[in-house]
């Protein structure tokens, strides 16, 4: 290519017979070719729109949550990767918008185990897919849909931050382990929990005194019965609204 430029560069002397310096050509080598830098900076925010699909505002958006990248090697990887599953175009737009660091998930080590364990659980590659979709909640979610109560990919979408966030061997399983004492089905469980997550999320201290408290509201009514499950939703929601909000003191 060089050899090419200076052929060029030749046709604007005046003459092909006059002899110039080497130093002479050089210098204007130099000054009429920019020099091509080795490692180019990686543009997220240009990435963002032509590979994954976001629009400029998005992009704009969540490119600071990606600054640190500095080439597309591991987005390639985890885009190639959401293709594999079968979602479009318009999917993974939504899904890097709403949580732009999923494109530095690992696969090997991250995404495909995740995949694995969810297959293994008798998920679909669709329900995976869907399922996917809730961003890098997926890492904590298997954990839920490992319990098999929520037995439904549309139940799993819907469950709050909190409950996919809590500690499944210390808070969530024993919680799920004495409503099921209480005469609780799991769809029973998995019910009242899309409206009130807290009855698996409170301390297990906290679960027994809510179902001391609906128990004591429907006596003599046993547990497990209808106005039982009632009163018990009743009880988690106003145990929910007193709770301070996340974060406070």
Not at 62 to 86: C, N, Y
Not at 119 to 138: F, N, P, W, Y
Not at 152 to 166: N, P, Q
Request: overall charge positive; proline content about 7%.
């Amino acid at each position: 290519m060089l050899r090419l430029r200076s052929c060029n560069l030749t046709h604007l002397l005046p003459s092909s017979s006059a002899t110039y310096p080497i130093s002479l050509v050089h210098r204007l080598l130099s000054t009429t070719v920019p020099p091509i830098p080795a490692n180019p900076a990686f543009a997220v925010e240009e990435y963002l729109v032509e590979t994954c699909g976001l629009t400029r505002a998005q992009a704009l958006k969540a490119s600071p949550r990606l600054s640190h990248l500095k080439s597309p090697t591991k987005p390639d990887a985890v885009l190639a990767f959401l293709a594999g599953l079968g979602l479009s175009g318009a999917d993974v737009a939504a899904l890097v918008a709403k949580d732009p660091k999923f494109l530095c998930a690992d696969v090997a080590k991250t995404l495909s185990p995740i995949v694995a364990g969810l297959s293994g659980h008798g998920l679909s590659q669709t329900e995976i897919a869907r399922l996917v979709s809730l961003g890098r909640k997926i890492y904590r979610s298997r954990s839920v849909v490992s319990m098999s109560l929520f037995g439904s990919i549309e139940s799993v979408s819907k469950l709050s931050s909190r409950l996919l966030e809590s500690n499944l061997e210390k808070v969530i399983k024993p919680n799920a382990a004495f409503l099921r004492e209480c005469g609780l089905r799991d769809c029973d469980i998995s019910k009242l929990c899309l409206y009130t997550p807290c009855l698996l999320t409170t301390s297990p201290d906290g679960v027994r005194a809510m179902v001391a408290l609906a128990e004591a509201t429907i006596a003599p009514r046993g547990r497990g019965s209808g106005m039982f499950r009632l009163a018990l939703r009743a009880v988690a929601f106003l145990a929910r609204r007193r709770s301070p909000p996340r974060g406070s003191t």
